[in-house]
């Protein structure tokens, strides 16, 4: 390489792709786990899609603004199904409640890198959990009614 | 089949549950989805959490992509917003912490490691992760491989088609002038009327 070649923009561009390549890989291990998301599929789960969070790119300083729920340090996540809501707040040191919407009783699932968490949310929708490990996570919802399983987005928690 | 397939269809494989389709993708755009978290400043165990979030969320969401050939822009939207928050979640629970590791990038890739072909590498390098995040996030977009549409471009960064090209060039002659100026030149050039942008 000369210092003609920082003159064209492409070549410029390329070099700049191979140095990154370089410098800075993809990690086999992400790799891997990029790979093995696909077997985490469930398809026979209506997904519940993620409709808010209070970590949004947005929304923190609207809500500090309007001051809802100001007092609190956790983080509030919906996730919508066509049926059913979910919301739930999960706080820094991995502590959740939570409550399924409309009320009713359902058995839940909270999927992690690694484990899995099983709940029961009472007559009311109401589940909460302890110690629940950093990463990316997902929640399964069976409703005792029968209703439709719902999965929720997996986030970052 | 998969390395000249088009995007759309490899969607279309793994959501009827081919996993060499998914592969395919994997493959296709996991230097992409790496290098989001890492130009906002992430460690990499960070970026590993966010690359991990946005494949467990396509895997759930393969059937429901409305424009499957803009695959690239939904990946990278998902990594950014991920990323954004993981900065967040972490000012707002370490606000005071100047050593937190999720917001001082080690610098222990950086420089003078056997990784290093030449130390004009690393010139280069050091002064792409001097440019604004912007940037990097736009250069990263337009050198991974295949190179996406600008309209790909358009989706992901919110910006007009017709802007990409100017501010492909605005952010390639930051690099080139911090990457000039880090190091001796060996020879004169002629770059004294580009324009600060």
Do not use: K
Not at chain 2, 49 to 55: G, H, N
Not at chain 2, 111 to 139: G, I, M, N
Not at chain 2, 159 to 168: E, L, Q
Request: net charge negative.
């Amino acid at each position: 390489m000369t210092v003609t070649d920082f003159e064209d923009d492409s070549r410029l561009l390329a070099r700049l792709a191979e140095v990154a390549g370089r410098i800075d890989p993809v990690p086999a291990g992400v790799i891997a786990a990029a790979s093995g998301s696909f077997t985490w599929r469930t398809v026979d789960f209506e997904l519940a899609e993620l409709v808010y969070d209070s970590v949004g790119e947005d929304s923190v300083g609207e809500r500090e603004l309007v001051g809802v729920r100001s007092e609190s340090d956790g983080r509030q996540l919906s996730f919508a199904a066509r049926e059913i809501t979910v919301e739930m707040e999960i706080s820094s040191g991995g502590g959740m409640v939570g409550q399924i919407v409309p009320p009713q009783p359902a058995a839940i699932q909270i999927r992690h890198r690694s484990s899995t968490t099983t709940l029961a949310a009472d007559h009311l929708g109401r589940f909460q959990a302890a110690g629940l490990p950093s990463g990316p996570m997902s929640m399964r919802c069976r409703p005792e009614s029968g209703a439709p399983s719902i999965a929720t987005d997996w986030v970052l928690v | 089949m998969e390395a000249g397939a088009s995007t759309a269809s490899l969607v279309a494989g793994a959501s009827a549950g081919d996993r060499a389709a998914w592969d395919a993708l994997v493959g296709r755009f996991a230097g992409l989805v790496w290098s989001i978290p890492r130009d906002h400043g992430l460690s990499a165990a960070d970026a590993a959490d966010v690359s991990q979030t946005t494949w467990l969320r396509l895997a759930e969401h393969l059937g429901r992509i409305r424009e499957p050939e803009r695959l690239c822009a939904w990946l990278a939207t998902t990594a950014r917003n991920e990323s954004v928050r993981t900065l967040r979640r972490a000012q707002r629970q370490r606000p005071l912490d100047p050593s937190s590791a999720s917001l001082v990038r080690e610098d222990v890739r950086a420089v003078d490691s056997d990784l290093l072909q030449a130390e004009r590498d690393a010139t280069l390098w050091r002064a792409f992760e001097a440019l604004p995040s912007f940037c990097q996030v736009l250069l990263r977009t337009l050198m991974s491989d295949p190179t996406p549409s600008y309209a790909d471009v358009s989706a992901l960064l919110g910006m007009p088609v017709g802007s990409i090209g100017p501010n492909r060039n605005r952010c390639l002659d930051r690099l080139r002038r911090r990457a000039e100026f880090a190091r001796p030149l060996p020879s004169t050039r002629s770059s004294s009327d580009r324009r600060v942008g």
